[in-house]
């Protein structure tokens, strides 16, 4: 079955310093990821995918993540944080073979300190 | 610009009635519309996908009466929730399907906040 987990609830981190939010994701074949931002009553706003390619991933707003197969991970990271990015950000996967519907993660609220 | 559009935005109810929340897509024709359900602080929860011209299909232990969804158009889905009770207050946002853009990425709206009373 596929799944995909977000081990941190929150992340505190300070401006102007680099961020991470992990995730890990299980599925079976190549695997399609995803990580979407949820700002407060709003929908979720793509940030940025992995299908196939390069491991490095470079999405909106300045944030990349990296495709780690050999750990299952895909963590999303920006180098340098602004506290318009404290938001709930969610990592999906998708099993490859056709539009499958997403799995989310938990979620993980990301606080970003002036 | 927005691909998918919801309305209202948020509601506030009496419990005992009914609420129909609109999802359209602006940009393409949908033939499918995933609804999903939020409760604060938490993930998303499918609920159904919404077949134009048929009838949803519904995740298991999804009431299909108590949450009736109609897709009229290729661009239109509603969600109506009948009865409405506190325990239904929550944050409800249409999708539309991968695939459907042309693109793998899946479009979300907006949401919509429901509150009842």
């Known amino acids: 079955a596929q799944s995909v987990a977000q081990p941190e609830d929150q992340v505190n981190v300070a401006e102007g310093n680099p961020l991470t939010v992990k995730c890990t994701y299980s599925?079976?074949?190549?695997?399609?990821l995803f990580w979407y931002v949820q700002y407060p009553n709003r929908g979720l706003q793509f940030l940025l995918k992995?299908?196939?390619?390069?491991?490095l991933v470079k999405g909106s707003y300045g944030f990349e993540a990296e495709f780690n197969k050999s750990q299952t991970s895909f963590h999303l990271k920006k180098p340098s944080a602004l506290v318009s990015d404290s938001a709930l950000y969610f990592c999906?996967?998708?099993?490859?073979?056709?539009?499958?519907?997403?799995?989310f993660g938990a979620g993980t609220r990301l606080a970003v300190h002036p | 610009g927005a691909v998918v559009s919801q309305h209202p935005s948020w509601v506030i109810c009496k419990s005992g009635t009914s609420v129909k929340i609109e999802c359209r897509s602006l940009?393409?024709?949908?033939?499918?519309m995933f609804w999903y359900r939020q409760f604060p602080k938490q993930s998303l929860m499918l609920m159904a996908t919404?077949?134009?011209?048929?009838?949803?299909?519904?995740e298991q232990g999804v009431e299909k009466d108590k949450f009736l969804i109609n897709h009229a158009s290729l661009t239109l889905s509603t969600l109506t929730v009948t009865s409405a009770h506190p325990e239904d207050s929550s944050f409800y946002i249409c999708?539309?399907?991968?695939?459907?853009?042309?693109?793998?990425?899946?479009?979300f709206g907006p949401g919509t906040r429901l509150t009842v009373l």
């Open positions: 919404s077949n134009e011209g048929s009838k949803a299909t519904y």
């Open positions: 940009d393409f024709q949908a033939t499918t």
């Open positions: 999708s539309l399907p991968p695939g459907t853009s042309g693109t793998d990425t899946q479009y």
């Open positions: 992995y299908i196939t390619g390069d491991n």
């Open positions: 599925v079976s074949g190549n695997p399609y």
């Open positions: 999906a996967v998708r099993g490859s073979g056709g539009y499958n519907k997403l799995i």
